[in-house]
């Protein structure tokens, strides 16, 4: 968590150094880039050691008759409780300690701001340079010394972190969204406090929308669809224990026996010495190591699911979309009475301008007309 944490400060730095390198024309073009940039590499910087619990540690081993190695090392495997639950491990570990040291940060960087602010803001008086303090007699001119007030950059970009943990692996922490919910709920109150009491007001800004976020969010959420069915597939034993009792009529009584694979060769005893010896060990393989029938029989099963949760859930989401306008009806009515609203009191000012215009050009008209009399 604490490598994660530091890394997050220098991918911020990377990216924006990047993004002014590429020298773009336009402060808006300029920020969607920096966004793209930085939501990249927190995603992998956040996920990236889920992604590889859900599917690299364990699935690429190897068997005892040739395990994977990368540069001499040997990867490592899933313990015996399977993957899953050392990915539940893993998500409450990053997602609840994000979550904690985030909202003390929120809370704490702006007090040491303000701090160092006020005590900046001091004057001194005298040939002794004697520090006094002034007092405020009025809310802004109080609030003048408050920290600056900065982007919502850094809070967008929790929020669609917290998005993918409540999202991308929710199978395997079914809890998120309740954790989520309740670091919301706080945050509210801590942001007021920030906003406030410790930070200096914020210049309003009209925005239309949320910008290039809205299409990070939608990535996410289709991402999180095939993420959730291929740990339901692969890291998890739904597939596999459904299979198993298709195919047995005991159950699932037979099913572990029935997942352990054996391997005679030399194995190193408890003293660390090689010795042959014949052991058991969770895997689908035939002598040698040589895949089993039941192996691909399950590959074959679990890609099916994969394709067919997919499509189904993406189809739903589709039809809700479609079904659930984005304005409801009624605000959508009311936002064309104004329309029509404020076109007609713009029509009336107009037509009230025009009738002084025409005023305006008689009297001078007639005034006209009487110096020439005089003339």
């Known amino acids: 968590l604490i490598a994660i944490t530091v890394l997050s400060q220098v991918y911020a730095w990377l990216a924006e150094k990047i993004t002014l390198w590429e020298n773009y024309r336009t402060e808006t073009e300029y920020q969607n880039n920096l966004t793209v940039k930085r939501f990249i590499f927190e995603f992998f910087n956040y996920y990236g050691s889920c992604f590889y619990i859900a599917f690299v ?37 990053i997602f609840l300690g994000k979550q904690i040291m985030n909202n003390f940060q929120e809370l704490l960087i702006p007090m040491m701001k303000s701090w160092w602010s006020r005590r900046n803001s001091n004057k001194y008086q005298g040939t002794d340079k004697e520090q006094i303090a002034i007092t405020m007699t009025t809310p802004w001119e109080a609030d003048n010394d408050l920290a600056e007030q900065e982007n919502l950059f850094p809070e967008y970009l929790e929020m669609v972190i917290q998005y993918g943990f409540a999202t991308m692996f929710v199978v395997a922490f079914p809890v998120a969204p309740l954790f989520a919910l309740i670091n919301n709920v706080v945050e509210i109150r801590l942001d007021a406090k920030k906003y406030t009491e410790l930070l200096k007001r914020p210049i309003p800004i009209n925005c239309m929308s949320i910008g290039i976020w809205y299409g990070i969010l939608d990535y996410m959420a289709s991402i999180a669809i095939i993420t959730n069915a291929f740990v339901i597939a692969f890291t ?17 009584s037979t099913y572990v026996e029935g997942h352990l694979s054996t391997f005679s060769g030399p194995i190193m005893d408890s003293e660390g010495k090689e010795v042959n010896d014949t052991c058991k ?18 590959k074959a099963v679990q890609f099916i699911f994969v394709v067919v949760f997919e499509h189904f859930v993406f189809t739903v989401v589709r039809l809700i979309d479609l079904l659930i306008p984005d304005i409801p009806e009624k605000l959508e009515a009311l936002i064309h009475l104004e329309d029509s609203f404020a076109r007609e009191m713009m029509k009336e000012v107009i037509e009230i301008d025009l009738e002084k215009l025409e005023d305006v050009r008689n009297r001078v008209k007639v005034k006209k007309r009487q110096r020439q009399k005089y003339d």
Do not use: M
């Open 57 to 93: 540690k364990g699935n690429f081993a190897g068997t005892p008759y040739g395990y994977t190695r990368i540069f001499g090392i040997r990867l490592d495997t899933c313990g015996p409780g399977g993957c899953l639950g050392e990915l539940a491990e893993n998500l409450a570990i």
């Open 236 to 252: 998890s034993d739904f597939i596999s224990q459904i299979l198993w009792k298709y195919n047995h009529d005991d159950g699932l």
């Open 281 to 298: 060990y969770w895997d689908y393989r035939l002598e040698h190591g040589e895949a089993s029938l039941w192996w691909w029989k399950l």
